[in-house]
Each structure stands twice: as C-alpha cells, then as structure tokens.
C-alpha cells in the first residue's frame, strides 16, 4: 500500500514558478514509477511528467519547463515548474505504481488527493 500527499499549490502569475511535492508513504517507492498528471475543470486528466529510477519522461507541453525529480531517502517527488501560463491551470495529482505505458492514468494503482494550481494572465 502505498499513500501519497500533495503539497506546493497556489496562485501565481503567469512567468512565475512553483515546486509541487509528493509526500510518499510505504516500502516499495524506489521500485515504483511516480508521475505527475493534471486535470483542468471539463477536461479529462492529463499526463505531465514520470520518472522510475533515474529515467524522466514529459508532456510535450511542460517540456523545457517542468522538471520532475525523485528524494528516495524522504519518499518525495517533486515537480518544479517553471514559466507558468495559464494554460497551467489545473488540479495536479500525483501517482504511483508498476506501469508500462507511463502516460496512461490507468496504470497507476494510487493516487494522491491533488493541489490546485492557478495561473493569472
């Protein structure tokens, strides 16, 4: 079992920057593949970013601004985004799990609660 909580949201302006983290509960977080996806209201949840092991995968909307990166002593992850638009704006949720296809949201057995971020033009 595995228990993620997310943190790092809030409201900035477009240019700025935020970190995201994931606080990660359990055992197994080294073996599992962690990822980032978000969801924006009427829209249906998206990929963002993945990483297993040293190996990062990305949005091509988020890439060469969003970096995803992984604290296996503290069982976080973390995403930091850089040059925020608007477009950023949405619910962010971490995940985990044993996947193939990285980008699907079905693969991921948990799931954190999710933190909004805003963007203002």
């Known amino acids: 079992q595995v228990q993620l909580v997310e943190s790092g949201g809030g409201l900035v302006q477009a240019g700025d920057s935020l970190r995201l983290s994931c606080d990660a509960s359990?055992?197994?977080?080294?073996?599992?593949?962690m990822a980032w996806f978000r969801q924006a209201p009427g829209k249906e949840r998206e990929f963002v970013a993945s990483i297993i092991w040293s190996i990062t995968n990305y949005a091509d909307s988020v890439k060469g601004r969003f970096t995803i990166s992984r604290d296996s002593a503290r069982s976080t992850v973390y995403l930091q985004m850089n040059s925020l638009k608007p477009e950023d704006t949405a619910v962010y949720y971490c995940?985990?799990?044993?996947?193939?296809?990285?980008?699907?949201?079905?693969?991921?057995?948990?799931w954190g609660q999710g933190t909004q971020v805003t963007v203002s033009s």
């Open positions: 995940a985990a799990g044993r996947v193939g296809d990285r980008r699907a949201p079905g693969e991921y057995s948990y």
């Open positions: 359990g055992r197994t977080f080294n073996s599992y593949s």
